[in-house]
């Protein structure tokens, strides 16, 4: 679920990529260069779908997003496994006889 949701979640961004990208800006932007698109759809209905594709987009982006951060998979099995790996670090750092030391001479003890 979360692979699905992250594909769709690069097919908007590059979608609305494109979309931002054809608008008419101060510049002209690229839709100027279409202008048999202006033609056939009248400026004004081809910038009010473009407004309205983006805004659609940008929503789209953000639950995706929202949704995808919910889905992140919760990989409990990780836990379980480094905590395996704690318990055998410790078991090897440990001594496997629980004999005790040989004891050292007190340090209070009168040297001969």
């Known amino acids: 679920m979360y692979t699905v949701i992250v594909i769709l979640i690069l097919v908007v961004s ?3 990529g494109l979309v931002v990208l054809v ?4 510049g002209g932007g690229l839709i100027s260069n ?6 056939m759809m009248g400026v ?3 910038t009010d779908f473009l407004e309205k594709a983006t805004w659609t987009m940008a929503i ?5 997003c929202l949704m995808s951060s919910m889905s ?3 990989n409990r099995m990780a836990g379980e496994v480094q905590d395996s790996q704690m ?3 410790i078991e090897l750092a440990t001594p496997a006889s629980t004999a005790p030391a040989a004891e050292a001479p007190a340090a209070d ?3 001969e």
């Open 44 to 46: 004004r209905q081809t």
């Open 72 to 74: 992140i998979p919760k």
């Open 109 to 111: 003890a009168p040297a």
């Open 14 to 16: 590059v979608l609305l």
């Open 34 to 39: 279409f202008g048999s698109a202006n033609q």
């Open 87 to 89: 318990r055998e670090q």
């Open 60 to 64: 789209i982006l953000v639950v995706l």
């Open 23 to 26: 608008q008419n800006s101060k």
